[in-house]
């Protein structure tokens, strides 16, 4: 994030979850597709390359439902923390499995005639009008543009680069889904014989729906409890207890969770523990160049105001310390995001 930004790296524990997460893509594949046999004879080649397609848009259906699941978690549940460090490894996985799904789609549909097979997706015509003519496939197209944009850019490289740029295209995660929806509603839920996908889709869509609603109305309740909370100073541990350039993190009130930092020695500061790129915990990391430096991506942040340094614009919430001997005391109001605030110095060489 700073000039000091270094790629996150392959390491054994991302190899190994790529591992693990690609052999569950793989079983799931083949169950589907030996239930799907088991319970309905397939004559020839073409019902085999049907089921192949299908397997593959319900394998992207769910992975994506989960995907879009991991945000609200983790802001209700601060557990559900460590499933964002690989959010990014799932999301280029589901596209992958996306594309696969078109491609076999494209094959199919589109591959035989004398057109492009994408000029034919786009020109293949249709009428809004009506359900059973609807245009659903380039509704689908649409929709694997914006995950290609997304899986291209899911490095750090790209983060660091493009700035504030890059959480916007990444909300394209949202338009993608809605218009999967309607790619699915349109076309594989018009057939005869639509199976369990109507329910796939009315839990993923409630599911979906149901946790970013309750993430911020639990949001909304703890941030108007705090500000109904009088200022109580909460005693949070001794400051011999940091070593220099590190943190350690609290939690008060129940719920918030807040990162106190030492650094040059005889600073003291704190702020939130959540970092606004992928909520990574700000309280593992250390302060490398005067920032605050999150361990995950290594977004910083400067522990006298919380904001980033520029040209960046990302901020976090400050809180108020006060020293009584070598005891902490901490103000568990957050101050608004970037607000600055008096840096507490240790006085005592107790």
Same mark, same amino acid.
């Given at each position: 994030?700073?000039?000091?930004f270094?790629?996150?790296?392959w390491?054994?524990?991302?190899?190994?979850?790529?591992?693990?997460?690609?052999?569950?893509?793989?079983?799931?594949?083949?169950?589907?597709?030996?239930?799907?046999?088991?319970?309905f004879?397939?004559?020839?080649?073409?019902?085999?390359?049907?089921?192949?397609?299908?397997?593959?848009?319900?394998?992207?259906?769910i992975?994506?439902?989960? #995907?879009?699941? $991991? !945000?609200?978690? *983790?802001?209700?549940?601060?557990?559900?923390?460590? &499933?964002? %460090?690989?959010?990014?490894?799932?999301?280029?996985?589901?596209?992958?499995?996306?594309?696969?799904?078109?491609?076999?789609?494209?094959?199919?549909?589109?591959?035989?005639?004398?057109?492009?097979?994408?000029?034919?997706?786009?020109?293949?015509?249709?009428?809004?009008?009506?359900?059973?003519?609807?245009?659903?496939?380039?509704?689908?197209?649409?929709?694997?543009?914006?995950?290609?944009?997304?899986?291209a850019?899911?490095?750090?490289?790209w983060?660091?680069?493009?700035?504030?740029?890059?959480?916007?295209?990444?909300l394209?995660?949202?338009?993608?889904?809605?218009?999967? #929806?309607?790619? $699915? !509603?349109?076309? *594989?839920?018009?057939?005869?014989?639509?199976?369990? &996908?109507? %329910?796939?889709?009315?839990?993923?869509?409630?599911?979906?729906?149901?946790?970013?609603?309750?993430?911020?109305?639990?949001?909304?309740?703890?941030?108007?409890?705090?500000?109904?909370?009088?200022?109580?100073?909460?005693?949070?541990?001794?400051?011999?207890?940091?070593?220099?350039?590190?943190?350690?993190?609290?939690?008060?009130?129940?719920?918030?969770?807040?990162?106190?930092?030492?650094?040059?020695?005889?600073?003291?500061?704190?702020?939130?523990?959540v970092?606004?790129?992928?909520?990574?915990?700000?309280?593992?990391?250390?302060?490398?160049?005067?920032?605050?430096?999150?361990?995950?991506?290594?977004?910083?942040?400067?522990?006298?105001?919380?904001?980033?340094?520029?040209?960046?614009?990302?901020?976090?919430?400050?809180?108020?310390?006060?020293?009584?001997?070598?005891?902490?005391?901490?103000?568990?109001?957050?101050?608004?995001?970037?607000?600055?605030?008096?840096?507490?110095?240790?006085?005592?060489?107790?």
């Open positions: 994030m700073s000039h000091t270094v790629p996150v790296s390491n054994p524990r991302k190899r190994v979850y790529d591992v693990c997460l690609w052999i569950c893509i793989a079983l799931y594949i083949v169950l589907y597709v030996s239930v799907t046999n088991m319970f004879q397939q004559e020839d080649a073409i019902s085999t390359l049907i089921v192949l397609m299908r397997a593959f848009s319900t394998c992207g259906f992975m994506l439902t989960f #995907i879009l699941c $991991i !945000g609200p978690l *983790a802001r209700i549940d601060q557990r559900f923390l460590p &499933l964002l %460090y690989n959010r990014r490894h799932f999301g280029v996985s589901f596209f992958l499995i996306a594309l696969i799904h078109g491609a076999l789609a494209i094959f199919w549909y589109h591959s035989f005639g004398d057109i492009n097979p994408i000029v034919s997706v786009v020109t293949s015509g249709g009428s809004y009008g009506g359900v059973g003519d609807f245009p659903f496939q380039l509704f689908g197209l649409l929709s694997l543009l914006m995950f290609f944009v997304m899986a850019t899911s490095h750090d490289y983060n660091a680069t493009l700035g504030p740029l890059w959480k916007s295209l990444h394209l995660v949202y338009p993608g889904y809605a218009l999967l #929806i309607i790619h $699915i !509603g349109m076309g *594989a839920m018009q057939e005869s014989n639509t199976g369990i &996908l109507p %329910y796939m889709v009315f839990i993923s869509v409630t599911l979906v729906g149901g946790l970013h609603l309750y993430s911020a109305l639990f949001h909304s309740r703890q941030s108007l409890a705090v500000e109904q909370e009088a200022s109580s100073w909460v005693e949070v541990g001794n400051w011999q207890q940091i070593e220099n350039d590190r943190g350690i993190t609290v939690t008060v009130n129940g719920a918030e969770r807040v990162a106190i930092f030492r650094y040059d020695e005889c600073k003291l500061s704190a702020v939130s523990n970092c606004r790129h992928q909520n990574g915990p700000l309280g593992e990391g250390k302060v490398i160049d005067g920032c605050i430096t999150c361990p995950w991506h290594g977004f910083q942040y400067r522990p006298e105001d919380g904001r980033s340094p520029p040209p960046f614009t990302e901020k976090i919430e400050t809180f108020k310390l006060k020293l009584e001997g070598n005891v902490i005391y901490l103000d568990p109001k957050p101050l608004p995001l970037g607000t600055p605030r008096e840096v507490t110095m240790i006085t005592t060489t107790h």
